[in-house]
């Protein structure tokens, strides 16, 4: 599998907007779901509860308390996480 070919010079890059727009624009609220879904096969998916946010806009890291073992840790979602907010049932959903 090869690189995609480099941006030439009028070539623009499209903004992802919407669920796809992960990153540095993930928000969640203490009480919303954060789910880790596998990028292979054989990988576990991993879901938890968000206890504890450190910054006030709600951007990551995240306290959650992981349901399969109910330990807590801080935890620096990768663009295999994604949150579902539980109030409105409004998810983000990375891109791949």
């Not at 946010?53 to 996480?81: C, K």
Request: aromatic letters at 6%; charged letters at 20%; proline letters at 10%.
């Amino acid at each position: 599998m090869s690189a995609p070919a480099p941006l030439k010079k009028n070539d623009q890059a499209v903004p992802a907007t919407g669920p796809e727009a992960i990153g540095a624009s993930m928000r969640a609220r203490v009480g919303d779901e954060i789910v880790v879904r596998g990028t292979t096969a054989g990988v576990i998916a991993r879901d938890g509860e968000i206890v504890g946010l450190h910054h006030p806009d709600g951007s990551p890291p995240y306290d959650v308390r992981w349901a399969d073992s109910g330990r807590v840790t801080l935890y620096f979602p990768g663009p295999d996480a994604y949150i579902r907010h539980l109030v409105t049932g409004d998810c983000h959903v990375p891109a791949r």
